[in-house]
């Protein structure tokens, strides 16, 4: 059997196993909730789901990346405590085995798929952004006998390192299979101690220039990482990169005007300011619309616009045939005129 997701709504799941992998992370290993033998092959390695869970009155979603792989009998995902974070400390501190949540479809460019690997590979990662490329290095292991892998992490230290034990194991292991941790302390490890900048990356992947690069990590460490890596050679075509970075919302535009916003189905009838970003007036207007990554990737608030024009900052899980057929993404699209708009 296969679970299945309909029009961007989502599947119930409930959680059979959770560990930590550091003192600040968790893992969570995620099946129907029906207790239905399930194998997941509708997701691409290095793609991601969003959960929702009802906290303070509101079903709150986030993104978090899968690291199983296509055809296990469950989703695992790994989360790590953020401060003030809403959900990831909902599910590090409440979240237990036995206790369900929504999870809307794998979806995400950024994967081992669609962006096809040559024969040599460079996964770079620092923090929880291991946690994609762990998915697709698994994966290839498993699959792909033929990739060179040179997996490539920062971090803390080695207790901080999210699938450390499994990673040493994998290098033993395989001869395809070549893990570089760099640590800021590398006390009682085998592991070089500092930064990674140009000339280290340089030193860990010499040959860096002939593979293709999969990046993912906080924001600033994938920006260097992006101009390191160019710096050495790699070509654009085989650079990649994941981010769930929120897309800044435009309220109010130059003018200020006011415009006309209609929801037929929901009896929604309203002025709003011109510019104001799609997604928060649904909210506003109590349309029970899911928004989960608000960086425009996942394509959980996909909607029609029927009336009406909107501009949008992105289009990244829409089809040409979206598009033309007035499609957009609420999370990212202003209002710009009177419109009328329709869920998918």
């Known amino acids: 059997?296969?679970?299945?997701?309909?029009?961007?709504?989502?599947?119930?799941?409930?959680?059979?196993?959770?560990?930590?992998?550091?003192?600040?992370?968790?893992?969570?290993?995620?099946?129907?909730?029906?207790?239905?033998?399930?194998?997941?092959?509708?997701?691409?390695?290095?793609?991601?789901?969003?959960?929702?869970?009802?906290?303070?009155?509101?079903?709150?979603?986030?993104?978090?990346?899968?690291?199983?792989?296509?055809?296990?009998?469950?989703?695992?995902?790994?989360?790590?405590?953020?401060?003030?974070?809403?959900?990831?400390?909902?599910?590090?501190?409440?979240?237990?085995?036995?206790?369900?949540?929504?999870v809307l479809a794998p979806t995400g460019p950024f994967n081992s798929v669609d962006c096809p690997p040559k024969t040599k590979v460079a996964l770079l990662s620092a923090g929880c952004g291991i946690t994609p490329v762990m998915s697709m290095a698994s994966t290839w292991l498993r699959d792909r006998a033929d990739v060179d892998i040179t997996f490539i992490h920062m971090t803390?230290?080695?207790?901080?390192?999210?699938?450390?034990?499994?990673?040493?194991?994998?290098?033993?292991?395989?001869?395809?299979?070549?893990?570089?941790?760099?640590l800021k302390d590398n006390s009682g490890t085998r592991h070089p101690q500092g930064r990674l900048d140009q000339e280290w990356l340089n030193t860990l992947c010499p040959d860096i220039a002939e593979r293709t690069v999969y990046l993912c990590g906080p924001t600033q460490f994938m920006q260097d990482m992006e101009s390191n890596a160019l710096a050495l050679g790699v070509a654009p075509e085989q650079f990649h990169q994941e981010s769930f970075t929120?897309?800044?919302?435009?309220?109010?535009?130059?003018?200020?005007?006011?415009v006309q916003f209609d929801v037929p189905a929901f009896g929604v009838a309203t002025e709003v300011a011109?510019?104001?970003?799609?997604?928060?007036?649904?909210?506003?207007?109590?349309?029970?619309?899911?928004?989960?990554?608000?960086?425009?990737?996942?394509?959980?608030?996909?909607?029609?616009?029927t009336k009406g024009e909107v501009s949008r900052t992105s289009t990244e899980t829409l089809s040409e045939e979206d598009l033309a057929a007035g499609y957009t993404l609420a999370c990212s699209s202003q209002i710009q005129s009177d419109v009328e708009v329709e869920l998918a």
């Open 274 to 305: 011109q510019g104001s970003t799609l997604a928060d007036i649904l909210e506003e207007s109590g349309v029970p619309i899911i928004i989960a990554c608000r960086s425009g990737m996942c394509g959980s608030c996909k909607c029609k616009v």
């Open 156 to 182: 803390k230290s080695a207790d901080k390192t999210i699938y450390f034990d499994q990673l040493e194991s994998m290098d033993a292991a395989n001869d395809n299979f070549n893990f570089k941790l760099l």
């Open 1 to 102: 059997m296969f679970i299945e997701w309909h029009n961007n709504q989502p599947a119930t799941m409930r959680c059979v196993d959770k560990w930590n992998e550091t003192n600040d992370t968790v893992s969570i290993k995620l099946e129907a909730a029906d207790g239905c033998h399930l194998h997941f092959t509708g997701f691409k390695p290095g793609q991601f789901v969003s959960l929702g869970f009802e906290l303070n009155g509101k079903l709150e979603y986030r993104a978090y990346s899968i690291a199983s792989m296509p055809g296990d009998d469950h989703l695992k995902l790994t989360i790590k405590k953020v401060e003030g974070g809403l959900v990831s400390n909902h599910v590090i501190e409440q979240f237990q085995i036995g206790d369900t949540v929504n």
């Open 246 to 258: 929120p897309i800044e919302a435009h309220t109010e535009n130059e003018t200020g005007g006011v």
